[in-house]
């Protein structure tokens, strides 16, 4: 569970292989990629959060400890939609029952995108990092006139990530869509940080891209792995399929030394 400044994130992604020579790929951002020295001052500053103008959740300005979550199916590969606010409820509340922690549901909401209902929830003493007993927990059932997920493998990095139904499409729509896709993906074991994102037009396609770093702990004693990677969404026009591409673009290692980050040579 996370603070407030922080929307929990709950897919598990695996580590990334190198890809540098897609000819499919898309182009970097107009004014080009941050140097070495400007990934490591946002990547290591604890302090930085996100680009401005980066889509975040509406409830992260919740005090104190919350959740958000997404329901799935089943086999907890994507998350389900619906049109009909009864039938989302009858399947959040199922889904309820079957969670770790679960609570008692106290308000509904919604919007052109998901039904979210919110349950007040208990917590045993020593589970979490949420010092409250009782705390939100936001749990969310898209709505399939916006975003239909069925058959999506959320633990891909590249290929199918649903079907945009957006009328008329654009590309504020898509940029909506990935960042907001972004806030609950999980890259274990590693760091990651959003430095920027760009859009573009490609023939038959809105495309949106976020420019992210990781860092990862190499242990026993070694520098850190840095990777700069552009994450890409793009829909077609005209059927709304959005598929997601994931392309490194370099890396090299660095340190975190009494406070400040160093660039390793070998």
């Known amino acids: 569970m996370k603070r407030s400044s922080a929307i929990l994130i709950l897919a598990c992604l695996s580590l990334f292989a190198c890809r540098t020579n897609d000819e499919s790929a898309p182009a970097g951002p107009s004014g080009g990629y941050p140097t070495d020295v400007e990934i490591m001052a946002k990547a290591y500053n604890v302090s930085y959060t996100v680009p401005e103008g980066l889509l975040v959740d509406e409830r992260v300005g919740t005090s104190g400890g919350y959740t958000i979550y997404h329901v799935k199916d089943d086999s907890m590969s994507f998350e389900l939609c619906g049109d009909s606010y009864a039938e989302a409820f009858a399947w959040e509340s199922a889904d309820n029952e079957h969670r770790a922690v679960n609570g008692e549901h106290v308000d509904s ?10 349950r007040e929830l208990s917590y045993p003493d020593g589970i979490g990092n949420i010092p409250e007993l009782t705390s939100p927990g936001f749990s969310r059932i898209f709505k399939c006139s916006y975003l239909n997920r069925d058959g999506v493998d959320r633990n891909l990095r590249d290929g199918y990530a649903g079907t945009l139904h957006v ?3 654009s590309i504020g729509a898509v940029r909506e869509l990935a960042e907001y896709l972004w806030q609950f993906t999980f890259f274990w074991p590693v760091q990651k940080t959003v430095l920027s994102t760009y859009s573009a037009e490609r023939a038959g396609a809105y495309e949106h891209t976020m420019t992210l770093a990781f860092v990862t702990n190499q242990g026993n004693d070694r520098c850190d792995l840095v990777q700069l990677v552009d994450w890409t969404f793009a829909a077609n026009r005209n059927s709304g399929e959005v598929t997601k591409n994931f392309r490194l673009i370099r890396h090299f290692e660095a340190e975190f030394i009494n406070g400040e980050p160093r660039l390793c040579v070998s």
């Open 109 to 118: 909401y919604e919007n052109d995108r998901y039904f979210e209902f919110t």
């Open 167 to 169: 009328r008329p499409l």
